[in-house]
């Protein structure tokens, strides 16, 4: 999932994204069963981690956690691959990765909503009618509120859950305007450390390592000759097998010593060659540097200004989140799916 992208979409492609419709149901009624709760072994609302002092059901990072699982599942279905959730991703195994990437959209999410309190930057009446109006479009394109319902129920989701997310995403667009207008809170930031923004396209070496190294030589020669190198790169990234998308790269953070070595050459705009590592062949692509008209110095996106916060919040985590394993997870809310009636995409 690339977290630099959830937001702008108001989330109204990703809450149907993490399963597929549903199938004949047991019972005509939504089903009842917490699914992810029943899956992890946690009750969904209990506390399963503080942002900054914010308490997070567990829920709300169950969700992200199943998204993540659903999009590597199905990933591995489409290349007609054995999902092994112990194969290296991102400097540690594809369990970690996907847990670790839940926790990151859960403080992101969380990010926005403080900052919103800080800034006083709430949803007024008309937010909350077009919030009302989203819900209604949704269920009209999907058969109906019954169905619609039916289907966020296999995400864990209702309609006050939908909602809160649906709201995060509006309060993120107010934020992002504040932060776009000519005078508000967000002209005169704090200093920030230099930031560097790198995307990468991954060919994993999986079991033909000399096929993967063909695969990648394949990829290099096709940016080379691209009319667009930029857009290119990015169609290409989004759907190879590194799926966390554009990143602020922290020397001594997850990559390993090539891509780092790789990384930090990089002029804005420029790539790499192909950097081969444990997990397979890499190209890196150094993201272009916005400037501020006034200033002329570089300006961050809102995206990577909130990112930045988020990196820096105080998350504190239970007993609860540190047992769930996201393998058994995943499997398990296959199963608890299964049992209400509805198949995973």
Known sequence: ??????????????????????????????????????AAGVPEEE?????????????????WLAFTCDQIQARYEEAGAVLDWNAPADGGTLSSYAKGQAL?????????????ASYRCALD????????????????????????????ACQGLDRARWEILEETGRLYAKLCALYEAEEGPFQTPAPQPAKTMVDRLLVS????????????AELFSRLNTAADQAAEFAA???????????????????????????????EPGQLSGI??????????????????????????????FL??????????????????????????????RANCGFSSS
Do not use: H
């Not at 937001?7 to 939504?30: D, G, H, R, W, Y």
């Not at 602020?248 to 790789?262: C, D, I, K, N, Q």
């Open 1 to 38: 999932m690339q977290k630099w992208r959830l937001f702008p979409a108001l989330l109204s492609c990703l809450l149907l994204a993490a399963c597929a419709a549903p199938e004949e149901t047991k019972n005509p009624s939504v089903p009842e069963t917490a699914v992810l709760g029943e």
């Open 307 to 336: 990112q930045a916060a988020a990196e820096k919040a105080e998350v504190e985590t239970t007993a609860a989140y540190e047992e769930i394993d996201p393998a058994v997870f995943s499997r398990s809310l296959r199963n608890v």
């Open 236 to 266: 290409l990234a989004a759907a190879s097998d590194d799926s966390a998308g554009p990143r602020v790269f922290t020397p001594g953070g997850t990559f390993s010593a090539p891509l780092e070595e790789a990384a930090l050459s990089l």
């Open 104 to 116: 990151e959209d859960t403080v992101l999410y969380a990010a926005v909503e403080n900052w919103a």
């Open 275 to 304: 950097v081969e590592s444990e997990e397979g062949f890499s190209i890196l692509r150094r993201m272009e540097e916005k400037t501020d008209p006034e200033t002329k110095e570089p300006r961050p996106e809102f995206d990577e």
């Open 205 to 216: 070496a999986g079991a033909d390592r000399e096929a993967a190294r063909e695969r990648a």
């Open 125 to 152: 009446g008309k937010d909350r009618d077009a919030v009302k109006s989203d819900w209604a479009r949704q269920a009209k394109a999907n058969g109906g509120e019954e169905a619609f319902l039916a289907e966020l």
């Open 47 to 63: 506390t399963l981690l503080t942002v900054d002092g914010q308490e997070i059901p567990a829920w709300r990072y169950l969700y």
